[in-house]
């Protein structure tokens, strides 16, 4: 991710910047970056070493290693030269460092540094004023499996009381930015979903906008309810989860594959599998999961997404079997068929024709972008070669109308470039020029120049009409989605 431009994180890299710049006046201090895994902290400790490089600083870089836990000295060594892990001997070296120029210590998973290395660092951080010195460790996910150490225990307890910088998930804003850079514009009334499905979360965003499709971007195919995801990311977020005893997993895997959550729905499921739902208590337990309001929620959605794709395929379709069965009410009928289609081991006509009559209605009801997927999964299903060409294209026309309807919507909105677009929506949000240039990455001329064509083909004078037919435009056009 280093090559991507580091969006939404203006708050963050001017708390950075503010570091940096106490530590040239003499005011040294430290920064402990915590988040979830793939929230970009080490995307910002690269931004940081850049920018201290640019002014001067002695940049200094180590980095956690789990192969190198157990050896004392191992990330100090890194620091000053020598394992000498004595925390005045730490604190002596960064400040004598300091004399001569600025110094930046930036430390990256320090979950997995030795602790009596983590232990000087952080001695030597408290430290700091009067100094010219600046300590910036980023605090990630503790490793795959075995139970938590009782050294990662004391790394935690030896950063008490440094200040925390807390890396909250993108916004819808700045997903749109870091899509596009990715793989191409997303309807902005998309973004809300991808940031519900990926938390926000950067390096999930990226893997997102790697496996997407033009109708995924556009809106007119809905991104998966469980995306894929990498080995990297599983490698993030199944820490908790190899601890857990093996029935947790598998009540897990139900209630991940059940995106509503509800506690009745999801016990009926897990008892017809021959499971306990009492066995979810040690992933409450450990913080996995929180029951309230009669659902079950994950931590955090990539938890959820790891969580069902660490079973087996036979075991997911299974709980999507054991689900559909556990809809059971009269007016359950789609959660039903999305169920039976997620456990669908093959072709199967049953299945297909009763996806056709929720597609006509579907189609007779105007919800055209639900009426296309229900379409296209019936001639997937399909046994019959000539039901399955019909069905796909009935597919096709339910494709043809909701383009039709989208160009209806797109009203004058759609004379401008991708770019204006891009232009208009952040100045409907109230951002200057000067603001729109930093948020888009552009010279505050070229938003200049985008906006006098914008108000020409719109053929507007003011910054409020420009806003309310940008809301008109995407209020009509999350609703034909």
């Known amino acids: 991710m280093t090559s991507l431009p580091l969006v939404g994180r203006d708050a963050e890299l001017a708390r950075v910047r503010a570091l940096l710049a106490d530590a040239i006046g003499g005011v040294g201090g430290a920064l402990v970056l915590d988040g979830a895994p793939g929230a970009g902290k080490s995307r910002l400790l690269d931004e940081a070493v850049r920018v201290g490089a640019d002014h001067g600083f002695e940049v200094r870089r180590a980095a956690g290693r789990v192969v190198e836990r157990h050896i004392d000295g191992a990330v100090v ?21 300091a004399r001569r120029r600025p110094v930046l210590w930036a430390v990256d998973d320090v979950q997995w540094g030795d602790p009596a290395s983590v232990a000087a660092v952080a001695y030597a951080a408290r430290r700091l004023v009067g100094h010219s010195a600046a300590v910036l460790l980023a605090l990630g996910a503790e ?4 139970e938590r150490s009782a050294g990662s225990s004391a790394t935690r307890q030896a950063l008490d009381g440094l200040e925390r910088l807390h890396i909250d998930g993108l916004d819808a804003n700045a997903v749109l930015a870091l899509f596009e850079c990715i793989a191409g514009s997303l309807h902005p009334p998309v973004a809300p979903r991808v940031v519900e499905l990926t938390g926000g979360l950067p390096m999930a965003v990226v893997e997102l ?15 998966p309810d469980l995306p894929a995801v990498s080995e990297a990311m599983v490698r993030a977020f199944a820490g908790p989860l190899v601890q857990l005893p093996e029935p947790t997993r598998r009540v897990l895997c139900v209630v991940a594959a059940e995106p509503s959550g509800q506690v009745d729905v999801v016990a009926r499921a897990v008892a017809a599998l021959g499971e306990s739902f009492a066995d979810l208590e040690p992933a409450e337990a450990a913080g996995v999961v929180v029951v309230r309001d009669g659902r079950v929620v994950f931590d955090h959605p990539m938890r ?7 079973l087996a395929l036979p075991s997911r379709r299974a709980a999507h079997r054991a689900l559909a069965a556990a809809w059971s009410g009269p007016d359950d009928s789609a959660h039903r068929l999305r169920h039976r289609v997620a456990g669908a081991a093959g072709p199967d ?12 209605h579907l189609q007779r009801s105007g919800r055209l972008r639900e009426a296309v997927e229900a379409w296209r999964h019936a001639g997937q299903l399909s046994i019959d070669a000539a039901r399955c060409a019909q069905r796909a294209k009935s597919s096709t026309e339910a494709q043809r109308q909701l383009d039709s309807r989208r160009d209806e919507l797109a009203g004058p909105l759609s004379t401008l470039s991708k770019a204006e677009l891009r232009v208009a929506r952040v100045i409907a949000e109230g951002l ?15 938003i200049d120049a985008q906006l006098q064509a914008i108000f020409r083909k719109l053929a507007v004078n003011s910054r409020a009409q420009l806003a309310v037919l940008v809301t008109r435009h995407d209020m009509a056009g999350g609703g034909a989605r």
């Open 432 to 446: 200057s020029n000067r603001q729109a240039a930093e948020r888009l990455f552009v010279s505050a001329k070229t």
């Open 209 to 223: 906008a790697r496996l997407s499709t033009p109708e995924q971007r556009s809106g007119d195919v809905p991104f």
């Open 304 to 310: 959820r997404v790891v969580a069902y794709a660490s």
């Open 143 to 146: 490793p795959l499996g075995g």
């Open 349 to 360: 006509d049953q299945l297909a024709d009763d996806l056709q009559l929720l597609a006509e």
């Open 77 to 97: 060594s890194q620091l000053v030269g020598h394992h000498d892990t004595s925390p005045p001997a730490v604190h002596d070296a960064v400040c004598a460092a």
